[in-house]
């Protein structure tokens, strides 16, 4: 498998399946791991830069899970491919720095993928469509489990697992699940809620995680807390927290479709409309759109288009996508034209 | 209205900064507003924030931690302070009392009760020995409670530490 073959290729998060698949994106896990008598991945020296990916490769061929995975070394990598594996969530913005040594493993259904050498030596992450924590989790156990038999990872029994920034210290467990909440944005409720998930210490981040601000109808909620608690605690916690979430969109959609119908309609068909006739359409012009036509999809306005379908077009329609699909550098207008003959094509043959 | 930076896409991101009461109007397009925020997640990141708490560390004689560095890599808790991060896994034994605090700040607890990897050398061998208490304590109350599949994957687990420990002392 290389790079490029995954342009043909829709990860598996974005199948559009799985519980709540509705109103969540997908669901995250991801968790921090440093080897014990090396520095921090800051720190980090040439020669020490390279051990650890030595021994993180060969622990990693010990893992059923990834077997047949590609191992990528990030200086091999230019700034689209990098740009491209950011626009799939398989790896982030800090990983595409160009300093240290960095490496990327990644399973080849893009379920899971471990950063080498970002914050921490390990950044291991599983992904997975819909509302799936503990299915995510549990897949994350069984690997962290395997690679633990392998690699010497840094520990103490009174505070867990050590890691660069002490924010992460104890369980190194991160659990996210990206939303999609066009009706609590739409009926401006989404700050009442925002609010009430930072006072219950969980962040809400944007749709390319850390650094990003939430905007749109997109939010990635996420825990804080990694020490003190149980990692199964940890995930149920935030399962519980984002069942409310759901449910009061849910709720929102609900009224909306009974009370506002006209609003909801004509919101919804005149993005449809935009997005079939447009000739130079915005990557920003095109999210918000295709949240439209999503929640067309999901309250059975639009039929006859399936979600998999729009998360498709929310994938192959981002900068980096674009210019892999044409093969060539596009300039930002170039882009903008050929976003929208990609969402014409696609949305031609459906009335 | 088009990007400040770039001067070409429409801008979508209007940023206000404050520079010694000078306000700057900043309006940027995407693309722009992405390479901005990494630029402005450096200058001002999390490094700040949690050395804002870390400040709050009472008893901590300025002196004594600026004075204070970790044997293996050399970093001063000075240095962590303005950074956020850490050298190396020996520094949370170097600064063991001011991060104690620190960590109970962040996370409301300075307890881990999460899981333990299968194979421990840790970092300081009398610390081994606690993880071995703690599991044998973890193993009783689950029997007690019953838990039997727990209990078996953790008598698994103190199995696994007492091999590596007999190994280790074979050497």
């Known amino acids: ?351 | 209205m088009l990007c400040d930076l770039c001067g070409k896409n429409e801008a979508t991101v209007h940023l206000t900064e404050i520079i010694d009461n000078q306000v700057t109007e900043l309006h940027l397009c995407e693309e722009c507003a992405r390479n901005k925020s990494i630029e402005m997640e450096q200058q001002f990141g999390l490094g700040d924030l949690l050395a804002g708490l870390a400040e709050f560390g009472k008893g901590i004689e300025e002196t004594e931690s600026s004075r204070l560095k970790c044997s293996k890599c050399g970093i001063s808790y000075e240095d962590f302070k303005k950074i956020g991060k850490l050298g190396c896994s020996q520094c949370y034994i170097t600064f063991k009392r001011y991060l104690s605090s620190l960590l109970k700040k962040i996370h409301g607890s300075n307890k881990h009760i999460g899981k333990t990897p299968l194979k421990v050398t840790a970092v300081a061998d009398k610390d081994k020995k606690n993880i071995l208490e703690d599991l044998r304590q973890k193993l009783q109350k689950a029997i007690e409670a019953e838990e039997f599949e727990e209990a078996a994957r953790i008598r698994d687990q103190i199995r696994e530490l007492e091999k590596v420990n007999r190994k280790n002392e074979n050497r």
């Open chain 1, 1 to 351: 498998m290389r790079i490029d073959d995954l342009i043909n290729h829709t990860s598996e998060w974005l199948k559009g399946s799985g519980p709540y698949s509705n109103i969540v994106i997908s669901s995250r896990v991801r968790l921090a791991r440093n080897l014990n008598s090396i520095p921090f991945p800051h720190r980090l020296n040439k020669k020490q830069g390279q051990e650890v990916i030595d021994a993180v490769r060969t622990a990693v061929e010990k893992v059923d899970f990834l077997k047949g995975s590609l191992f990528i070394d990030m200086q091999q990598l230019d700034a689209l491919d990098k740009q491209f594996l950011i626009e799939r969530h398989l790896m982030s913005y800090e990983h595409a720095r160009p300093d240290n040594y960095r490496a990327l493993v990644l399973e080849k259904s893009e379920i899971i993928s471990i950063m080498i050498n970002e914050e921490d030596h390990l950044r291991i992450q599983v992904m997975q469509s819909g509302f799936s924590l503990f299915e995510a989790w549990s897949i994350m156990n069984r690997i962290d489990d395997v690679l633990s038999e392998h690699l010497d990872f840094a520990f103490l029994s009174e505070w867990g697992y050590l890691t660069s920034c002490p924010t992460n210290t104890g369980t190194g467990l991160r659990g996210s699940v990206m939303l999609h909440l066009p009706a609590l944005v739409m009926s401006r409720q989404i700050n009442r809620v925002l609010s009430a998930i930072a006072k219950l210490s969980f962040t809400t981040r944007g749709l390319y995680g850390e650094g990003t601000e939430a905007s749109g109808n997109f939010f990635q909620v996420s825990n804080q807390v990694a020490l003190g608690h149980k990692e199964e605690e940890i995930i149920s916690n935030i399962n519980a927290l984002i069942k409310q979430v759901i449910e009061q969109e849910e709720q929102m959609r609900q009224h909306l479709f009974t009370h506002q119908r006209a609003i909801l309609e004509d919101k919804i068909w005149r993005s449809f409309g935009i997005l079939k006739s447009a000739f130079i359409i915005s990557s920003q012009e095109t999210i918000d759109l295709l949240s439209m036509l999503r929640l067309g999809v999901d309250l059975d306005i639009i039929k006859d288009i399936d979600r998999s379908t729009i998360n498709r077009l929310f994938l192959i329609t981002q900068p980096a996508h674009l210019q892999k699909i044409e093969n060539k550098r596009l300039s930002s207008h170039e882009r903008d034209v050929k976003r929208a003959e990609i969402i014409r094509k696609t949305l031609e043959k459906i009335s």
